[in-house]
């Protein structure tokens, strides 16, 4: 049974660098989608999309894939939730709601792996 369990020490920096980049990556597609595409199209300025755009899609996004999968890898999350996680990294405002959700889970994840290892050592000691 203590095979079973996972170890989540290297899990918290884990979390914390998914969740700084969800955040990142959140605002500046955000700011691309609600800012820099209308001004792109009304105002005829392609400064904010060209100057965020690349950044986004060619440093950031890749980043926030890599971190997304690490902390999958991590605590061994669903590959759907995975790939969900990182699908929301694509729509605005949704990035934010899946940063939560992974958050919430992994934490809780957390929880009651600890609480199993307590039991354990009570069991066998």
């Known amino acids: 049974m203590a095979g079973d369990l996972l170890d989540f020490r290297g899990v918290e920096g884990a979390l914390l660098r998914y969740r700084i980049l969800a955040f990142i990556v959140g605002i500046s597609i955000v700011i691309l989608v609600f800012v820099a595409l209308p001004l792109k199209l009304w105002a005829h300025s392609d400064a904010l999309a ?63 792996s600890a609480v199993s290892r307590e039991a354990v050592a009570e069991a066998s000691g």
């Open 50 to 112: 060209a100057g965020l755009g690349f950044p986004h899609g060619a440093i950031l996004y890749p980043i926030y894939i890599v971190l997304t999968l690490d902390l999958a890898r991590r605590v061994r999350l669903h590959p759907l939730w995975a790939v969900a996680a990182v699908a929301a990294g694509t729509i605005p405002v949704v990035s934010f709601y899946s940063e939560r959700r992974i958050t919430e889970y992994v934490r809780a994840r957390a929880t009651a």
